[in-house]
């Protein structure tokens, strides 16, 4: 099996930054498998949503409502991606969950909280 953990969950004043990771662990195959991560999130309320993707070669692909602001990374030697969020906005209050898509693998989900 797979697991991922995220980290990295907060609360910030609107314009702040958080910096979200996502370690992969478990069976070392079916991580090698996985190409595409994500970033999704999910508001109160609202369905989940997409926010960026990146793949092993990194190849990264981001929301309109994220582009310029968000910057989604991979260290594949750590099994690790990362989520750099910048300028937040209140809009951007949601629980952030990791994906493998591969597999489909969810992580737990972080809280990230942005107050005005």
């Known amino acids: 099996q797979v697991q991922l953990v995220e980290s990295g969950g907060g609360l910030v004043q609107a314009g702040g930054s958080l910096r979200l990771s996502c370690a992969a662990s478990?069976?070392?195959?079916?991580?090698?498998?996985?190409?595409?991560m994500g970033w999704y999130r999910q508001a109160p309320g609202k369905q989940r949503e997409l926010v960026a993707t990146?793949?092993?070669?990194?190849?990264?692909n981001y929301a309109d409502s994220v582009k310029a602001r968000f910057t989604i990374s991979r260290d594949n030697a750590k099994n690790t991606v990362y989520l750099q969020m910048n300028s937040l906005e209140p809009e951007d209050t949601a629980v952030y969950y990791c994906?493998?898509?591969?597999?489909?693998?969810w992580g737990q989900g972080t809280q990230v909280t942005v107050s005005s």
């Open positions: 994906n493998g898509f591969e597999g489909d693998y």
């Open positions: 478990g069976n070392i195959f079916r991580i090698a498998r996985i190409n595409v």
């Open positions: 990146i793949t092993r070669g990194g190849s990264t």
